[in-house]
Nanobody
Framework: QVQLVESGGGLVQAGGSLRLSCAAS????????MGWFRQAPGKEREFVAG????????NYGDSVKGRFTISRDNAKNTVNLQMNSLKPEDTAVYYC????????????????????WGQGTQVTVSS
């Protein structure tokens, strides 16, 4: 059974850092494209960061470029999101997602292209 469980969210002051982790089970992250999305209250879910199935290509939303870094730990079967220089506008529920296709060389940024989702973890950045 495929499962994604996010952790690492919490309350942090502006300028601080958090590291989110997504633990995968039922499949192997080293053979899957993975993405992080977020949804703030009253807003649509948006793409934050992604890594393609080979692990050699990453992509980021414009609002987080230079501040966030996605990585995967194949030994632990996890995908991580290091978030630095956090801003109040980064406040949202963060979701991990998996795309099981292995034919797409680029990073998928569209919500509908992902096959499986976690339940999300809350990140709150105070000013």
């Amino acid at each position: 059974q495929v499962q994604l469980v996010e952790s690492g969210g919490g309350l942090v002051q502006a300028g601080g850092s958090l590291r989110l982790s997504c633990a995968a089970s039922g499949f192997t992250v080293s053979r899957s494209a993975m993405g992080w999305f977020r949804q703030a209250p009253g807003k649509e879910r948006e793409f934050v960061a992604g890594i393609n199935w080979t692990g050699r290509t990453t992509n980021y939303g414009d609002s987080v470029k230079g501040r966030f870094t996605i990585s995967r730990d194949n030994a632990k079967n996890t995908v991580n999101l290091q978030m630095n220089s956090l801003k109040p506008e980064d406040t949202a529920v963060y979701y991990c997602a998996a795309d099981f296709r292995t034919t797409i060389p680029w990073v998928v940024t569209t919500i509908s292209e992902y096959d499986s989702w976690g339940q999300g973890t809350q990140v709150t950045v105070s000013s």
